[in-house]
């Protein structure tokens, strides 16, 4: 029996390739040392529910199999959004849940995300598993396991908070991933009329890859939005916690613009509240955020980073360029793209034109996310060499919180390691293409100075 390897133990999550470094019987023991942490803490039981991923039932039942010879009982939801699974922790009383998830990754990845005490592993606590499983310090024990269902108490807690000023028409593009059941029959229950996209549930993602941060991924919803008489288009990804925003005119509205939307509604009941944006959001969130009265804090990309600072914070609100929003006002504050879309869709319903508002959010130049490939280990290396030898003589601030943000008088340049994949990932902004170019070409100079060689055709 050999030990799970160290590389599927990422930052926010475990997550590796399907039989090859994330094996079923690597899931049971990393269950069975969930379930023993989790008896260190006087928890007692655990969700498991799982996206549609083709691995997804096995790993769930060798998740269970481990929890469950640990001492702490299992409630199984079966096939849900990751939100459902979260959802469910509190729900059903028991405060910790793991998602079997594959996120945005291809098809032949799967992973887990945890929760144990309302709070989401990440970093060491991650490792620390592995620690156990090495140790062998596990406890045993005969845990009960239980399904249950929560879809339609998810969707009632929803409609129940949500209320539209009219009906709409919507796009709704699911990337056959896991928000295909349940997205049509939350947005119908609403009172939109829906057009549905790829809606089937297919771990082999058989139209496009489900990640709606990639421009090319909105296609579909692009064309739908020409041809229909639809107003607006939603995209999720694979396990439903990420959402893409599409206008009539196909416009993308990328989710740092979609924060300064949600900040400004928050901000109208909570007045002087703190919200929370990653390091790879526009220039625009932070001023939005001050205008309409509220305290912007940037902060480490990561979806389990962020929660955790909005627990320490007690934020009202937070979100990831990627495309992860974090509601605690009326919410849970864990990242969910069907909520998320459904107050948009309360926003956005109070015009007669509900592209308006999205339109005249306030936008600068910007690229999307930029990765360049390397091999594993080798980004982290890089950012640490940048962070100590290369110069940004233009830059009015170097910000090295999550890499290497470089703040300009007229943008903003961006590099740090995904803690996912092994790719540096870059974003840039600029009041113009002068600057931009300007910036982009300084950029590459601090790139080339530490790791010659490098590809920096972006």
Not at 69 to 94: E, M
Not at 246 to 265: H, N, S, W
Request: charged share 25%; with cysteine.
């Amino acid at each position: 029996m050999s030990v799970p390897p160290l590389e599927i133990f990422k930052a926010y999550d475990i997550r590796g390739i399907v039989r090859e470094t994330l094996t079923a019987d690597g899931v049971r023991q990393i269950g069975h040392a969930l379930g023993s942490e989790a008896r260190a803490r006087g928890l007692d039981a655990i969700v498991i529910g799982r996206d549609g991923r083709l691995s997804g039932p096995e790993l769930a039942t060798a998740l269970a199999t481990g929890i469950t010879s640990s001492g702490t009982n299992v409630i199984d939801i079966g096939r849900v959004p990751t939100p459902v699974t979260y959802f469910a922790a509190h729900h059903l009383g028991v405060g910790s849940c793991v998602s079997v998830t594959g996120s945005h990754n291809p098809p032949n990845y799967n992973g887990l995300k945890m929760v144990l005490g309302n709070q989401t592993l990440f970093g060491g606590q991650i490792r620390a598993l592995r620690h156990r499983i090495v140790k062998g310090d596990l406890n045993e024990g005969e845990g009960q396991s239980r399904s249950a269902k929560v879809e339609d108490a998810y969707l009632d807690r929803i409609v129940g908070d949500i209320k539209l000023s009219r009906p709409m028409k919507i796009v709704i593009d699911c990337g056959n991933g896991v928000a295909g059941e349940l997205a049509p029959k939350l947005f119908r229950r609403l009172g939109c009329e829906v057009i549905e996209l790829f809606c089937k549930i297919d771990g082999t993602f058989p139209n496009h890859h489900p990640d709606p941060s990639k421009p090319e991924n909105l296609r579909d919803v692009q064309q739908a939005l020409r041809d229909t008489d639809a107003e607006l288009g939603l995209a999720f990804d694979g396990d439903g916690d990420r959402l893409g925003v599409v206008t009539k005119d196909g416009e993308i509205i990328y989710p740092d613009r979609q924060l300064m939307l949600f900040a400004a509604d928050v901000l109208t009941r909570n007045p002087g509240a703190q919200i929370i944006y990653d390091v790879k959001c526009s220039r625009w969130v932070a001023k939005s955020i001050r205008h309409q009265g509220g305290r912007p804090l940037m902060w480490k990309t990561g979806h389990a980073l962020i929660k955790a600072k909005l627990r320490e914070t007690g934020a009202e609100l937070a979100g990831e360029m990627s495309g992860h929003i974090f509601f605690k006002e009326r919410w849970y504050g864990f990242d969910d793209a069907l909520y998320t879309g459904a107050r948009l869709l309360e926003i956005v319903s109070r015009w007669n034109d509900a592209n308006w508002p999205l339109k005249n959010l306030p936008n600068a130049l910007s690229t999307p996310e930029l990765n360049i490939k390397m091999t594993e280990g080798e980004p982290h290396t890089l950012i640490e060499k940048l962070k100590s030898e290369a110069k940004f003589p233009d830059a009015r601030e170097l910000i090295t919180i999550d890499g290497v943000r470089a703040d300009y008088r007229d943008g903003f340049g961006l590099a740090r390691a995904s803690n996912t994949t092994p790719v540096l990932v870059l974003r840039f902004e600029a009041d113009n293409k002068e600057a931009m170019a300007r910036i982009q070409a300084e950029f590459k100079a601090a790139l080339l100075s530490v790791w010659p060689g490098l590809d920096v055709s972006f």
